[in-house]
Structures are given as structure tokens and as C-alpha cells.
T-cell receptor
């Protein structure tokens, strides 16, 4: 049973465009929602994270939108750049960022010139 | 440099031949865990450790063992590998279970024939 569902599986965006990746979760005990970025041959690295007491968090070109009632959260990448091409994973955990992460299945993003 | 290291990075072995993948972190983190990454499944936790001599099962522990004799090291042991354990493995660490983010190692690609 996939507790965190992620879509789309792959995404192609033009340089300068907006990339949007969506996730939905089932476990209402989740209280920490990070996004990880993974480049080929590397381990995942934390990109941005949010807790359910806020509806949006922005860091530079990256924004998380969070809808607690719908149990959904999304990652928006503004002004997408070729260097953003990577695999993105949403995740969720109970009790904070150090605890077991339940991952989505990943989205392979390609930003074209 | 703060980091999580894994060895080996690549390993091809045969069914039934015991192997160990090492993981070490230099950040004095209490919490360490192992994940496996498979296409279409994202990352799933295998085992975790909250501190020295304290380990517990994650979501997919069958066929794996771990030990935590020192704070910095958390080896993953496959006593009798099988082809369904062919995967990409990541070690991760965080300051505590509830605090901070998880830092991932570079990954170990294991093929069992």
C-alpha cells in the first residue's frame, strides 16, 4: 500500500517555465513533509520541507503548497532551469525530519532549453 | 566535510554469498537508517538505529541484518543474498529521530545473480 502517492512520474518543462509535482498522503499522523532532490549517481538531498501548521513555504524558486484537509502537498519550481533536471521525491514522516521517511515514487524532471 | 560514506559503491555478487555494505557518518548523529530504492517504488526503509546497540526493523527488513556497535558506523549485512535484493541502497543519518534532516550517502548499487 503506497502511503504517499506522487504524480506525475515524469515531467518535461521548458526553461523558464513552472514545474509542478503533486503528492497525496493517507496517514493523518504525518507531521513533516519534505521534498528531496536526487541527481544521477547521488543520494537524495533535502530541498525544502513543511509542517502542517502552514499552507505554504517558499525558498528561492522552490515553493511547497500544503492542503491539510485534502491531504495533499505539491512542489512548485518557478523559472525552471536545466540544472533543476533531477528526480524529485516527496516524503512524509511522523515526529520530525529525523524519523523514518515514507517516500513517494519519484518524478523525473527534465528542463529543456 | 560533514558526510555519510558508503562502501562499496558498486557490487556484483552471486546468490547466497554473504556480503556487508558499510556506512559511516562523521556528524555525531544518533539516528541512522538504511533504505533501498527500486524503480516505481521510491525509497523504503529497511532498518534503523536510534543509537548504539539500539536497532529496529523498518518496512522491508526481510533478508537483512544490521548492527550498531559504534555511533558512527551502521553496516548492512546480507547473509544469503537473493536476486530480489538487487537494488540501490542508501544509508542515511540525522541528529536525532525528531530533530533535523536526514543526510543520505551516495548509494551502493548491488546486483545479485
Amino acid at each position: 500500500q503506497q502511503q504517499v502517492k506522487q504524480s506525475p512520474q515524469s515531467l518535461i518543462v521548458q526553461k523558464g517555465g513552472i514545474s509542478i509535482i503533486n503528492c497525496a498522503y493517507e496517514n493523518t499522523a504525518f507531521d513533516y513533509f519534505p521534498w528531496y532532490q536526487q541527481f544521477p549517481g547521488k543520494g537524495p538531498a533535502l530541498l525544502i520541507a513543511i509542517r502542517p501548521d502552514v499552507s505554504e513555504k517558499k525558498e528561492g524558486r522552490f515553493t511547497i503548497s500544503f492542503n491539510k484537509s485534502a491531504k495533499q502537498f505539491s512542489l512548485h519550481i518557478m523559472d525552471s532551469q536545466p540544472g533543476d533536471s533531477a528526480t524529485y521525491f516527496c516524503a512524509a514522516s511522523v515526529g520530525g525530519g529525523g524519523n523514518k521517511l515514507t517516500f513517494g515514487t519519484g518524478t523525473q524532471l527534465k528542463v529543456e532549453l | 566535510e560533514a558526510q555519510v560514506t558508503q562502501n562499496p559503491r558498486y557490487l556484483i555478487t552471486v546468490t547466497g554469498k554473504k556480503l556487508t555494505v558499510t556506512c559511516s557518518q562523521n556528524m555525531n548523529h544518533e539516528y541512522m537508517s538504511w533504505y533501498r530504492q527500486d524503480p516505481g517504488l521510491g525509497l523504503r526503509q529497511i532498518y534503523y538505529s536510534m543509537n548504539v546497540e539500539v536497532t529496529d526493523k523498518g518496512d522491508v527488513p526481510e533478508g537483512y541484518k544490521v548492527s550498531r556497535k559504534e555511533k558512527r558506523n551502521f553496516p548492512l549485512i546480507l547473509e544469503s543474498p537473493s536476486p530480489n535484493q538487487t537494488s540501490l541502497y542508501f544509508c542515511a543519518s540525522s541528529l536525532t529521530r525528531t530533530g533535523g534532516e536526514q543526510y543520505f550517502g551516495p548509494g551502493t548499487r548491488l546486483t545479485v545473480t
